[in-house]
């Protein structure tokens, strides 16, 4: 057998909603349409590889070639491309370039399913509601087709390579096809479709609300890269709290020599950060969790700083990090091309009665992450949220809790080392205890 691949990135994304093609858009640093790019090429069964792009973005790369108008076109234009690179193909691959994170295993599946003499594979996966058939009018339900007889379709589709070429020649124009296995089938209905396992996590980006799924799937596949720093100098804000001095520690397991850990709870950042210069990075763990509902924090008391005890925990939370941002660029603190952390918090998703203040600045420090962090800098900006995670302010709030379910503050700050260490900007990452090793 001797297998070519096709990537469709040829389409305009009109339900994503940007001018940029949905494929474009950076994932953790990286185009979208090269994380599946990336695993087919790599994968030591496929022989040839082309990628379809609109013809309004050239892309440097030997593998590109120009898509159709459908996705029917830009299959069959990746057909007789592939063809005339490597005219002795005998099966194609194809694969949506808005699915990401398409695996090795699908892959191997896929092949050994060929190898058996299917005429083609499809990959689906089981739905978790039941699907309703409508009549012609579209207005009414007709049937509730058998579920278990019942799959939600993904790619890679692969096929006999003649097969796909005659079905997509023969196939008529007027019929509203959306992918390739629908054409085969209409053309010869008695082919052979193997059916392999898709996985969950092989989403399409269609919507906007996809990438924010897809931005979890990215960052939760983050290698351990466990990066030796020896030589390197760095700066800790908020060291002497349950994560900021697992960091520490962290740090000088690695082979970090110069730590400063200034105290940064009051004052200026301006005045703590004064004297430190080009250090390699900086990590925020500058926090504060009080619980209170917002018509009791938010009166004017005397103590409060800033008037209120709700300003002043949106202040240390969200604002005085903006403020250490801007010192640690105009004063040289971080060097160009250096790294900067924030530790944000899982509960910046969804707001809950009794934290307004906390949740609400930590959301507001995760859109400032990935805002600024995208923008021309000059140094790597990026977000860890902690999810529950066993720290003296944690015991504080919520008092005795079950261990096993909380993350350690050491597993923790290894995390926010190993993304200081990455090279994407503007991105964040979740970590859950049930994710991390022990
Ligand atoms: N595709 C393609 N050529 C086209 C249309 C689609 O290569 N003329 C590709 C898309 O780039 C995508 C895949 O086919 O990777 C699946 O299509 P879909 O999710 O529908 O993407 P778009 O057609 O770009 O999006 P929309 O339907 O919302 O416009
Ligand atoms: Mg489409």
Redesign the pocket.
């Known amino acids: 057998m001797i297998l070519g691949a096709i ?10 909603g940007t001018s940029m ?3 474009f858009i950076p994932l953790n640093g990286r185009p979208v ?1 090269e994380y599946a790019y990336k695993t087919i090429k790599g994968h030591v069964g496929i022989n040839s590889v082309v990628v ?1 792009f ?1 013809p309004s973005v050239s892309v440097l790369n030997d593998d590109a070639r120009v ?5 029917r ?3 069959y234009l990746g057909l007789k491309a592939l063809l005339e690179t490597q005219p002795d193909i005998t099966h194609v691959l194809v694969h ?4 990401p994170f398409l695996t090795r295993k699908i892959i191997d599946d896929c092949i050994e399913a060929l190898n058996s003499g299917y005429d083609a594979v499809d990959v689906t996966i089981k739905s978790p509601d039941s699907i309703a058939r409508l009549d012609a009018s579209e207005s009414f339900v007709e049937a509730i087709p058998d579920r278990s007889k019942m799959r939600l379709g993904q ?1 890679p589709q692969c096929f006999n390579a003649k097969l796909l070429l005659q079905a997509l020649e023969g196939a008529p124009e007027s019929l509203p096809f ?1 992918d390739d296995i629908g054409i085969l089938l209409h053309v010869f209905p008695a082919a052979k479709v193997k059916n392999v396992e898709g996985d969950e996590e092989n989403i ?3 919507t906007q609300s996809d990438l924010i799924k897809a931005e979890r799937i990215a960052n939760k596949m983050l290698d351990n890269p466990k990066k030796n720093l020896s030589g390197a100098r760095a700066v800790v804000l908020g060291a002497s709290g349950g994560i900021g001095s697992a960091v520490v520690e962290e740090l000088r397991a690695r082979g970090v020599t110069e730590i400063y850990t200034p105290s940064a709870r009051n004052g200026n950042p301006s005045d703590f950060l004064k004297g430190i210069k080009d250090v390699d990075i900086v990590i925020s763990c500058i926090g504060q969790l009080n619980r209170g509902d917002f018509l009791e924090m938010a009166k004017i008391t005397p103590e409060a700083e800033f008037g209120s005890l709700w300003f002043d925990e949106f202040r240390i939370n969200f604002t005085l990090q903006g403020q250490i941002f801007w010192d640690a660029l105009h004063m040289d603190v971080v060097k160009r091309g250096g790294s900067v952390v924030f530790v944000g918090s899982s509960s910046a998703y969804h707001g809950r009665p009794g934290y307004s203040a906390y949740s609400s600045a930590k959301a507001a420090l995760m859109n400032f992450v990935q805002s600024v962090g995208s923008e021309e800098i000059g140094v790597r900006l990026n977000l860890v949220n902690p999810g529950r995670c066993d720290t003296p302010m944690r015991q504080r709030m919520f008092g005795e809790e079950d261990k096993e379910t909380l993350a350690t503050p050491k597993q923790v700050a290894s995390k926010i080392v190993d993304v200081s260490t990455l090279p994407c900007s503007g991105s964040v990452f979740d970590i859950r205890a049930n994710e991390l090793d022990t």
Request: net charge positive; charged share 20%; hydrophobic share 35%.
């Open positions: 990537i469709l990135a040829a389409g305009s994304g009109a339900r994503f093609p949905k494929q349409w379809m609109p898509g159709g108008n459908t996705r076109d830009s299959t949506d370039a808005a699915r790619t959306t399409k980006i269609t």
